[in-house]
């Protein structure tokens, strides 16, 4: 997976080549990058929030992830684990704190909730206030097609993976 821009390049990460940027079939605010797997209804957002005041890394996902299952009006969710994953390259990017859990999200007024694996990233870059949040939906059970079975959740979780640990902050200048 070759290295993605972000934010007039401002950011990189490796993101999958096939992807559709949302914002050629959409409006994507300012503070956003969205992107489509094409072959099912994986959605990768990079988000720039402005940072919450929790000192402890791990609660700060926890707080990011809960935001976004009130944004998402879950039925319920569930975090499954959280971890650091220390930047051991050299360069000024915060080390990532990834968060891996489940939401359970009603979609087009059906009873039923879809269940959505939530993938979250969190960089935390506290002198500029900011969290630069990465979040990949992986819906894994559908009321509509969509849905993706185990083995490609299985790849969706490992493109994950790569774009967290090579995400790179270029210009902090970004979060002036």
Excluded: C
């Excluded at 997976?1 to 993101?15: S, T």
């Excluded at 990058?33 to 099912?40: A, D, I, K, N, T």
């Excluded at 975090?79 to 009603?106: A, E, K, M, W, Y």
């Excluded at 979250?120 to 059970?141: E, H, I, Q, S």
């Amino acid at each position: 997976m070759p290295p993605k821009p972000l934010f007039g390049g401002a950011i990189i990460a490796d993101f999958p080549t096939d992807l559709l940027d949302a914002s050629d079939i959409r409006e994507v605010p300012d503070s956003q990058e969205v992107f489509l797997y094409r072959s099912s209804s994986v959605s990768i957002i990079v988000e720039i929030l402005q940072g919450v005041d929790e000192a402890d890394p791990l609660s700060a996902a926890r707080f990011h992830f809960d935001s976004l299952a009130t944004d998402n009006a879950a039925s319920s969710n569930e975090v499954h684990g959280i971890i650091i994953i220390p930047n051991d390259r050299g360069d000024d990017t915060p080390s990532p704190i990834v968060l891996s859990g489940t939401q359970f999200i009603p979609k087009f007024n059906h009873t039923i909730p879809d269940e959505v694996r939530i993938l979250l990233a969190l960089y935390r870059v506290k002198d500029k206030g900011v969290d630069l949040v990465l979040t990949w939906n992986v819906p894994v059970k559908a009321v509509d097609s969509g849905a993706v079975g185990e083995e490609e959740f299985l790849k969706v979780k490992k493109d994950f993976d790569v774009a967290a640990i090579s995400l790179r902050i270029l210009e902090f200048d970004l979060f002036a």
